[in-house]
């Protein structure tokens, strides 16, 4: 379970292969296997060995997947580092992570620039930019490194446990944390994938988000494990997606819930050839009703929906044969998953009632770097938990409920927002919406909708309230609305509920 060795074979295999494409280039095996290798000694000639780290702070590219590879022969941490991030939290992951080099984009030199002077320090003299432009004074260029590194696989004594990546959550509970990633739990995930979705060695990919995001990320390195074909998009275009789709006849691709609505919002999505796609994975965030009818009618049979997490990769998933008597489940769990439902207590909690949910799979991480009582705490027993509430069905079906630090408790009632939402996705005049408890005298608290509204349209709280009226339990409906431009959202895209929640308590004596 090396994911750096496993390179190394697939070119031995087939070394004419193709490996890559990106844009109007492509790499075979052969060639793409000896980059990687040439970035290995370039990282060696920078001092880095086994166990140090080094951040990435890039755009998609071929080099990227070069970087995880290299990294993953050396036994180095790669530190994937998000770029829509400001100055302060990319410092934080450099600090926190203790990166001792860094290979940046050219268009985040600037960013780099307005670090402060101790975080740049760390790193003096082992900083790597990408492209054909000279570096600036005291920075090496990635390809005059490459063009003068040696070929030969290096020789690192590894183990299935080494760490691959430091992967820094989302921060949607506060600061974000930094989750250790092996060799075992990556390939123990891409074998899983494989039986899961029924994915074998011929396989094209194209998986367009993000590479500092573990999913995009790792599911277009499950194609080079397998000996398939990466298709690298620089950045997310709904149209030239689809025209890539079909051009590179792709078999498998992961999306995340907006970029289907970008590619359902198309007018002409439906001309555009996607026949060749045999497995078509939604993940990230739970994907809304209206979206994923949508898409089902689009796409057919090949949708999936999956549970994952940057500690966990994929725990449960659903099929479209199950998606529509199953609403709203993201399925039951994959191979050598297990998922059971706790109460406050640590008591497993009857069948169809909400508890939280812990899990045991072969591809959970490693724990939180540098931070032993946030993994203590997170651990039961050997039981993993992420804090979302959900219930199982008599089928073993998972229905994630909410975050238990999103449960509103108003009268008593404990009331979990996602399902309010869920309804009011269906109104036609809302984009998005996101539902909290704000202090109310009498019950503690009750649900306000902060929702936003598709371009063009105007509503009102009465009209919200009158859609909501047969819909939901009287006490499921929001008792306010306040419209505004656009919600508060982490660096990975997730609604920041508890920035929307402090707008609303401010100084009230109790926050509950």
Known sequence: ML?????????????????????DRSWTYGQFN???????????????????????????????LEIYHACAKLGVWMVPVNYRLKSPEVGYRLAHSRASAMILGPEYLLLFDSLEPEIKRAVAGRILVLGQEPPPVGMASYEQMLASGGEQEPEVNLSPEDVLFIGYTGGTTGRSKGALTSNRAIVAGYLYKVLDYGLG???????????????????????LYMGGTTVIMRSFDPREYLRLVARHRVSYSFLVPTMFSAILGLPDHQEHDTSSLKVLMSGGSPLPTPVKEAALKRFGAVLHEFYAATETLIVTSIGARDMNRKIRSVGRPVWDAYVKLLDDRGKPV??????????Q???????????????????KDGWFTLGDMGRLDDEGF???????????????????????????????????????????????????AVVVLKPGEESSYQEIATFCADKL???????????????????????LKRKLRDQYWGDAEFKV
């Open 3 to 23: 994911m750096g060795k496993a390179l190394g074979h697939s070119a031995e295999r087939h070394p004419d292969k193709t490996a890559i494409i990106f844009e």
């Open 34 to 64: 000896r980059r990687v290798n040439r970035l290995c000694w370039a990282l060696g000639a920078l001092g880095l060995s086994k166990g140090d780290k080094v951040a990435v702070l890039a755009l998609n590219g071929p080099e990227y």
């Open 201 to 223: 060695t011929g396989e094209v990919t194209l998986n367009p988000g993000p590479f500092w995001h573990t999913a995009p990320r790792n599911f277009s390195s499950l194609a």
């Open 350 to 359: 009857p069948q169809g009632q909400v508890g939280e949910i812990y899990m």
């Open 361 to 379: 799979c072969p591809s959970i991480f490693s724990g939180y770097y540098r931070d032993p009582d946030k993994t203590a705490a997170a651990f």
């Open 398 to 448: 998972l229905y994630i409920v909410d975050r238990r630090t999103d449960m509103v408790i108003s009268g008593g009632e404990n009331i979990y927002p996602s399902e309010v939402e869920e309804v009011l996705l269906g109104h036609p005049k809302i984009a998005e919406v996101a539902v909290v408890g704000v202090p109310d005298d009498k019950w503690g608290e009750t649900l306000k």
């Open 473 to 495: 339990a009287d006490y499921l409906k929001p008792r306010s609305v306040d419209f505004v431009s656009e919600l508060p959202r982490s660096p990975v895209g997730k609604v």
